[in-house]
């Protein structure tokens, strides 16, 4: 982290404003930081990257971006939606193990363990969310609902949007492998960017930013959705009730052949119980499936 020395200077008045009140926001980040040093849990006190390291040159020949700047910083508050209290933490989230073998700065660290501590944070809020969201789902069901909200696509597309990859410390050969879709550096600094906001801000702070990010994003039927879910849920009930096996009735077709709708109704026990459209059959069945199952009340129908 550079500390400021003097604030900038700009032509209008305006802008000479913006200037002074960055320089001074700037200013406040150092002192807070050096105030507070003492405060770090005691395992990363232990460390010398706390107290002694010393951001490399702006650009070394073999990464992919220079160090990052107290803008790069702000732009990752805003990205983030979390005021960050202490940067270092957040500078070792955003750090590949390729790019310390350039900067050689034997007291950096890769995000590594924090992404090891990221992926704990995430399970617990996660699946905290499920125990309370889906009071009716067996253990193994709620454990495939986790899969799909922390698979390494899920948080590397979450990543991908709020453009993590622009602060990524890593080197050149890494981002190119970055560049060709490769999902699993995203997703580790995303798990690792969790943890430093855990430290930085306690549990409260992680449970509001996964609960904003991945939470509130995830729709509560698009989640549970999946080849076989709905209908092996509503199948198992339907044969312990011995009400035979349930029936699905295509009703309705619309639209033209690329964009077809199906609708699809669902009859247990010789009884409609539930209808459901989409662009596939299986689709509609898994839907007409999910709409049993709540009409039966083995889930909880959505408060709209």
């Given at each position: 982290m550079?500390t400021p ?7 209008s008045i305006i802008?000479?404003l913006k200037d ?5 926001r700037e200013?406040g980040?150092v002192?807070r ?5 003492d405060?770090?849990?005691a395992?990363l ?5 706390i ?10 020949a ?9 803008q790069d910083?702000t732009?990752l508050e805003q ?10 933490y957040?500078?070792q989230?955003l ?8 900067v050689q700065e034997?007291d ?16 617990l809020v996660i699946?905290?969310?499920?125990y309370r969201?889906?009071?009716n ?11 799909r909200?922390?698979s ?5 597309k ?6 993590l ?7 050149t ?5 970055l ?6 550096l995203l997703a580790d600094a995303?798990?690792a960017i969790?943890a ?15 609960y904003?990010?991945?939470i509130t994003h ?5 989640l549970m959705?999946?080849?076989t879910?709905y209908?092996?849920?509503l199948?198992?009930?339907?044969q ?9 009735t ?5 639209g ?9 109704e669902?009859h247990?026990?010789?009884?409609v ?13 898994q ?10 009340g083995?889930l909880?129908a959505?408060?709209?």
């Amino acid at each position: 982290m550079n500390t400021p020395t003097e604030a900038p200077k700009s032509s209008s008045i305006i802008g000479r404003l913006k200037d002074r009140i960055n320089h001074y926001r700037e200013l406040g980040a150092v002192r807070r930081e050096r105030r507070f040093s003492d405060n770090f849990p005691a395992f990363l006190r232990r460390s010398p990257s706390i107290e002694q390291y010393t951001p490399p040159p702006p650009m070394v020949a073999g990464v992919a971006r220079g160090s990052l700047s107290a803008q790069d910083f702000t732009e990752l508050e805003q990205r983030l939606g979390y005021i960050i209290k202490f940067r270092l933490y957040f500078l070792q989230a955003l750090t590949h193990r390729s790019y310390l073998q350039f900067v050689q700065e034997p007291d950096m660290q890769s995000n590594e363990r924090l992404e090891f501590l990221g992926d704990a944070v995430l399970d617990l809020v996660i699946g905290e969310y499920l125990y309370r969201e889906f009071q009716n789902l067996a253990e193994g069901e709620l454990t495939k609902l986790r899969s799909r909200l922390v698979s390494g696509a899920a948080l590397a597309k979450h990543a991908a949007d709020i453009g993590l990859d622009h602060f990524l410390l890593l080197s050149t050969s890494a981002k190119h492998s970055l560049d060709r879709g490769s999902q699993t550096l995203l997703a580790d600094a995303y798990e690792a960017i969790i943890a430093a906001i855990y430290l930085d801000g306690g549990m409260d702070a992680a449970r509001d930013y996964i609960y904003r990010q991945i939470i509130t994003h995830a729709r509560r039927d698009e989640l549970m959705l999946s080849d076989t879910n709905y209908k092996s849920m509503l199948l198992e009930y339907a044969q312990s009730q011995k009400l035979g096996v349930p029936r699905y009735t295509t009703v309705g077709e619309e639209g033209p052949n690329h964009a077809r709708t199906f609708s699809v109704e669902v009859h247990v026990g010789g009884m409609v119980q539930g209808g459901g459209q989409g662009h596939s059959k299986k689709e509609a069945e898994q839907q007409a499936a999910l709409r049993a199952l709540e009409s039966l009340g083995l889930l909880d129908a959505p408060v709209v």
